[in-house]
């Protein structure tokens, strides 16, 4: 079983929907959640984080961690063309800044106005 | 807003021969990494570097992988004998470090090209 599992996509919806996004992980270790957006030719772009499980919002963006089910989710509201990336998800096991991160192999995302 | 800048940005070497892959961090920074994505794979951590020395490695870091920090502001990544399959897009990225600080930030990446 990999580490961290995510739906590479592609994944196309229309201007204005609500995009949802997941991975699922099998190390417990894991306590520090992050995702990352990546537009083509470009390095991993921080756009969340949030320790342990719970909810945390940013403007369009809400990030939601199950630690309980191993699953953990990115919400865009009102997603716009802009959005159009892929979208990564990376993990950690006892900080945000000093440990290696481990990836989602990333889900590609279309908006399509 | 600061940024960790690579160069160069696209890199092609015969197989066989010696790279060197340019990183300037954060200012602030004190946790330095490479990972490395092969085409249509998942971002692979390589290493990671702290107080001048190596923190941690992947296996994929063998021998043939070095790091350095020459100076006070570049983090330099060495593959000594190039391989076909080391074609991947390399990046770098930094972190202030310690509890609550924030996650790292990444590079643009150089891409690799081993012919």
């Known amino acids: 079983q990999k580490e961290v599992e995510q739906d590479p996509g592609p994944l196309s919806v229309p201007e204005g929907a609500i995009v949802s996004l997941n991975c699922t992980y099998s190390?417990?270790?894991?306590?520090?959640f992050m995702w990352y957006r990546q537009y083509s030719r470009k390095g991993p772009e921080l756009l969340m984080y949030?320790?342990?499980?719970g909810n945390k919002e940013d403007g369009r963006f809400t990030a939601q961690v199950d630690k309980s089910s191993k699953y953990i989710s990115l919400f865009i509201r009102d997603s716009q063309p802009s959005d159009s990336a892929t979208y990564l998800c990376?993990?950690?096991?006892?900080?945000?800044?000093?440990?290696?991160?481990?990836f989602g192999t990333g889900t590609r995302l279309t908006i399509i106005p | 807003e600061p940024e960790v800048t690579q160069t160069p940005s696209h890199q092609v070497t015969q197989m066989g021969q010696e790279v060197i892959l340019r990183c300037v961090p954060i200012?602030?920074?004190?946790?330095f990494y490479w990972y490395r994505q092969i085409l249509g794979q998942k971002v692979e951590f390589l290493v990671s570097?702290?107080?001048?020395?190596?923190?941690?490695k992947s296996e994929i870091f063998d021998d043939q992988f070095s790091v350095e920090r020459p100076d006070g502001s570049n983090f330099t990544l060495k593959i000594r004998s190039t391989k076909l399959e080391d074609s991947a897009m390399y990046f770098c990225?930094?972190?202030?470090?310690?509890?609550?600080?924030?996650?790292?930030?990444f590079g643009d990446g150089t891409r690799l090209s081993i012919l």
């Open positions: 990225a930094s972190s202030e470090g310690g509890q609550g600080s924030q996650p790292q930030h």
């Open positions: 190390n417990s270790a894991f306590q520090y």
């Open positions: 949030t320790y342990s499980s």
């Open positions: 990376a993990m950690s096991g006892r900080s945000f800044g000093n440990e290696k991160l481990t």
């Open positions: 200012s602030n920074h004190l946790y």
């Open positions: 570097f702290y107080n001048n020395e190596i923190s941690e």
